[in-house]
């Protein structure tokens, strides 16, 4: 670990007097102001202060951006930093060849502009899942300064990354976050004792609030590589804790009202309940604000303003044809139906805007505020055994949340995941066991009316399906999920600012993607229907219906769930089925094909190999549920 002559001038320096050492003193154009030259430094290939370097050429050639890695463990804050110091001027990317998503941004500090990158929160340079290796491969590629930011309440754990960081020799600045939760907790940490142990700038901020991020920005044209240089893990470990006893202080404090909550929200028996009634809670909300927009802004909208430009658009193409049907679908009684006109600008657009969006805006903002409170952790920790039975871990509770809203934005969220096998577990059991709200509302309206006993059964039998398949896919498939490493941060006050910021960022997120694989599907499936491949389809699967115990008119509204499964549950009502036939028919309609949309953004996300398996297993898994409830029902009924 020893740096010749200048870790041993250093090392003497905190001995003799270590509240008179001053990192300033590295600024001398002599060298370090330490007393020996860069010749004689083994640091001088990478310092910012060797005389032989011009530092321009390297880091800023007149012309070029800087560069500004942002970097720390997950839950640290990272994210509202970030948007402290960018604001709206960032954009949402995927690393090249990855799934995991970074935010890139610019922040402009004294005249000259910045690029800034967060780069996904990672424990250590050593990966352990695929966020980490991007993180470690997005440090490999170079930055000009690596601003690392630490939780105050947790500094000896996020050293190990900030020691990792700094031994590659770049221009850095230390950032200790959530320092007022640290002093709450009896924390205490020394800035100057920190600096002249890490060789670089200190800075404290509470992002939520905007405290020291003046200070962080001042710090920057301060940043400088450290004197640490590569060790091995005993050997970095025993420094955190020569580093932590040196420069932190902890005193005694009495638990309070959220440490006992925090307490309360981990318990295996508390922990659940309290966890149903967030869910529940979350859930009732969500319904509730959706339903709100949708009553109050997106219909109003459509049926006002849009729908009277279809309908002159129509008139103009004669009301028919095969560009008018493409367009503006075929019309209902001489009218036009938003759910079921099937044209890219009527069905297309509301189905994405009217009927998915709103909730998108609900469940979006529901999940970043439990996210900004500190809870999403905690549930994910809850459900982390039971997830980790069919091949998954904690966080896949949030994709299999969002997937009971839409099964669109569930799916993408399965991105959060750390696997291939794992992303496509959870997505292949998303689309065949996850209800979406739509097909939820049309289960209680179509079989609610005949007894809630029928719909208990309907939930029962899709809860029972996605454990067993998930069972049996974390069996066949190889590979092996990894464990879940995840830091539990305390609850906190959420910054509206950042809430705001981040729901911006999904949401718009959502429709750039999400709206272009809606309308190619409504367009496919408006191309289908028009081709009379359906009926065609239809006959030739008449006497899988009878395994079923289905009269053969169910199989054209099963295949229509293709389109929309709602709408398909509504076309099962006339066929005059009993309550046993309608519960075959809703799970096997809810289990196979998912609707368009989410069929579209399943083959961008898993590939059409993996898609050809998840339809395999979509088709099986419904034709044996159904054959079994089938049996099952006949034997009650003799």
Same mark, same amino acid.
């Given at each position: 670990?020893?740096?010749?002559?200048?870790?041993?001038?250093? #090392?003497?320096?905190?001995?003799?007097?270590?509240?008179?050492?001053?990192?300033?003193?590295?600024?001398?154009?002599?060298?370090?102001?330490?007393?020996?030259?860069?010749?004689?430094?083994?640091?001088?290939?990478?310092?910012?202060?060797?005389?032989?370097?011009?530092?321009?050429?390297?880091?800023?050639?007149?012309?070029?951006?800087?560069?500004?890695?942002?970097?720390?463990?997950?839950?640290?804050? #990272?994210?509202?930093?970030?948007?402290?110091?960018?604001?709206?001027?960032?954009?949402?990317?995927?690393?090249?060849?990855?799934?995991?998503?970074?935010?890139?941004?610019?922040?402009?500090?004294?005249?000259?502009?910045?690029?800034?990158?967060?780069?996904?929160?990672?424990?250590?340079?050593?990966?352990?899942?695929?966020?980490?290796?991007?993180?470690?491969?997005?440090?490999?590629?170079?930055?000009?300064?690596?601003?690392?930011?630490?939780?105050?309440?947790?500094?000896?754990?996020?050293?190990?990354?900030?020691?990792?960081?700094?031994?590659?020799?770049?221009?850095?600045?230390?950032?200790?976050?959530?320092?007022?939760?640290?002093?709450?907790?009896?924390?205490?940490?020394?800035?100057?004792?920190?600096?002249?142990?890490?060789?670089?700038?200190?800075?404290?901020?509470?992002?939520?609030?905007?405290?020291?991020?003046?200070?962080?920005?001042?710090?920057?044209? #301060?940043?400088?590589?450290?004197?640490?240089?590569?060790?091995?893990?005993?050997?970095?470990?025993?420094?955190?804790?020569?580093?932590?006893?040196?420069?932190?202080?902890?005193?005694?404090?009495?638990?309070?009202?959220?440490?006992?909550?925090?307490?309360?929200?981990?318990?295996?028996?508390?922990?659940?309940?309290?966890?149903?009634?967030?869910?529940?809670?979350?859930?009732?909300?969500?319904?509730?604000?959706?339903?709100?927009?949708?009553?109050?802004?997106?219909?109003?909208?459509?049926?006002?303003?849009?729908?009277?430009?279809?309908?002159?658009?129509?008139?103009?193409?004669?009301?028919?044809?095969?560009?008018?049907?493409?367009?503006?679908?075929?019309?209902?009684?001489?009218?036009?139906?938003?759910?079921?006109?099937?044209?890219?600008?009527?069905?297309?657009?509301?189905?994405?805007?009217?009927?998915?969006?709103?909730?998108?805006?609900?469940?979006?903002?529901?999940?970043?505020?439990?996210?900004?409170?500190?809870?999403?952790?905690?549930?994910?920790?809850?459900?982390?055994?039971?997830?980790?039975?069919?091949?998954?871990?904690?966080?896949?509770?949030?994709?299999?949340?969002?997937?009971?809203?839409?099964?669109?934005?569930?799916?993408?969220?399965?991105?959060?995941?750390?696997?291939?096998?794992?992303?496509?577990?959870?997505?292949?059991?998303?689309?065949?066991?996850?209800?979406?709200?739509?097909?939820?509302?049309?289960?209680?309206?179509?079989?609610?009316?005949?007894?809630?006993?029928?719909?208990?059964?309907?939930?029962?039998?899709?809860?029972?399906?996605?454990?067993?398949?998930?069972?049996?896919?974390?069996?066949?498939?190889?590979?092996?999920?990894?464990?879940? !490493?995840?830091?539990?941060?305390?609850?906190?006050?959420?910054?509206?600012?950042?809430?705001?910021?981040?729901?911006?960022?999904?949401?718009?997120?959502?429709?750039?993607?999400?709206?272009?694989?809606?309308?190619?599907?409504?367009?496919?499936?408006?191309?289908?229907?028009?081709?009379?491949?359906?009926?065609? !389809?239809?006959?030739?699967?008449?006497?899988?219906?009878?395994?079923?115990?289905?009269?053969?008119?169910?199989?054209?509204?099963?295949?229509?769930?293709?389109?929309?499964?709602?709408?398909?549950?509504?076309?099962?009502?006339?066929?005059?089925?009993?309550?046993?036939?309608?519960?075959?028919?809703?799970?096997?309609?809810?289990?196979?094909?998912?609707?368009?949309?989410?069929?579209?953004?399943?083959?961008?996300?898993?590939?059409?190999?993996?898609?050809?398996?998840?339809?395999?297993?979509?088709?099986?898994?419904?034709?044996?549920?159904?054959?079994?409830?089938?049996?099952?029902?006949?034997?009650?009924?003799?």
């Amino acid at each position: 670990m020893s740096c010749h002559g200048l870790f041993d001038i250093l #090392k003497k320096r905190k001995t003799d007097d270590r509240n008179n050492v001053n990192l300033d003193d590295f600024e001398s154009n002599t060298g370090c102001g330490m007393g020996i030259h860069c010749s004689e430094c083994p640091l001088s290939f990478r310092c910012s202060h060797n005389g032989n370097k011009d530092v321009s050429k390297t880091t800023n050639s007149g012309q070029k951006i800087k560069k500004i890695l942002l970097m720390g463990n997950p839950n640290v804050g #990272k994210s509202a930093i970030f948007s402290r110091l960018t604001g709206l001027h960032a954009i949402s990317s995927n690393y090249p060849g990855t799934t995991v998503g970074f935010l890139e941004g610019s922040v402009s500090i004294d005249g000259e502009t910045y690029k800034l990158i967060d780069v996904p929160g990672a424990y250590t340079l050593d990966p352990t899942n695929e966020a980490e290796e991007v993180a470690r491969r997005t440090l490999d590629e170079g930055g000009d300064i690596v601003v690392i930011v630490a939780d105050a309440t947790a500094l000896e754990r996020n050293l190990y990354l900030a020691l990792q960081v700094l031994e590659k020799g770049y221009p850095s600045v230390l950032v200790l976050n959530m320092v007022d939760e640290a002093r709450h907790k009896g924390i205490h940490i020394d800035l100057q004792t920190l600096e002249i142990e890490l060789g670089i700038p200190v800075v404290s901020t509470v992002a939520v609030t905007g405290e020291g991020i003046s200070a962080l920005k001042a710090a920057l044209a #301060k940043a400088r590589p450290s004197f640490i240089l590569p060790m091995g893990k005993d050997e970095r470990w025993r420094l955190i804790g020569d580093i932590v006893m040196r420069s932190q202080q902890v005193t005694h404090r009495h638990h309070t009202f959220r440490d006992r909550l925090e307490d309360i929200s981990v318990h295996p028996v508390s922990g659940l309940i309290l966890s149903l009634l967030v869910i529940g809670l979350s859930f009732y909300t969500i319904r509730t604000i959706g339903e709100g927009l949708i009553d109050y802004v997106f219909d109003p909208l459509f049926d006002r303003f849009w729908g009277p430009l279809l309908a002159s658009l129509s008139n103009l193409l004669g009301g028919s044809g095969f560009l008018h049907d493409i367009l503006i679908g075929h019309l209902i009684d001489g009218n036009l139906d938003w759910e079921q006109s099937f044209g890219i600008l009527s069905t297309g657009l509301y189905v994405e805007f009217a009927m998915v969006f709103p909730y998108i805006i609900s469940f979006y903002l529901i999940l970043s505020l439990l996210e900004d409170i500190g809870y999403l952790p905690r549930l994910a920790v809850l459900f982390d055994a039971l997830l980790h039975r069919i091949g998954l871990h904690g966080f896949a509770i949030v994709p299999t949340l969002l997937g009971l809203g839409c099964n669109v934005p569930g799916i993408l969220a399965t991105r959060v995941l750390e696997s291939e096998r794992e992303r496509f577990i959870a997505a292949t059991l998303i689309s065949v066991a996850v209800p979406c709200a739509g097909l939820q509302a049309m289960i209680f309206g179509a079989i609610g009316s005949l007894g809630m006993r029928y719909v208990v059964v309907i939930y029962a039998s899709l809860f029972l399906v996605w454990l067993i398949l998930g069972y049996v896919l974390n069996k066949i498939l190889s590979g092996q999920s990894p464990e879940l !490493i995840v830091e539990i941060p305390p609850y906190r006050l959420p910054s509206f600012r950042d809430l705001g910021l981040k729901l911006w960022f999904r949401i718009s997120g959502f429709l750039l993607e999400a709206t272009p694989l809606v309308l190619i599907g409504i367009l496919i499936a408006n191309l289908v229907y028009s081709s009379g491949i359906l009926p065609w !389809i239809s006959n030739f699967l008449k006497p899988t219906v009878y395994l079923l115990g289905l009269p053969p008119e169910a199989i054209g509204a099963i295949l229509l769930g293709f389109l929309r499964k709602d709408v398909a549950v509504g076309l099962l009502l006339p066929l005059g089925l009993t309550p046993q036939q309608l519960i075959v028919a809703i799970v096997v309609l809810s289990m196979t094909f998912p609707c368009i949309a989410t069929f579209v953004v399943l083959f961008k996300e898993l590939g059409a190999k993996r898609l050809l398996q998840s339809i395999i297993i979509m088709i099986s898994i419904a034709m044996l549920a159904g054959i079994a409830l089938n049996s099952l029902f006949s034997l009650m009924i003799t």
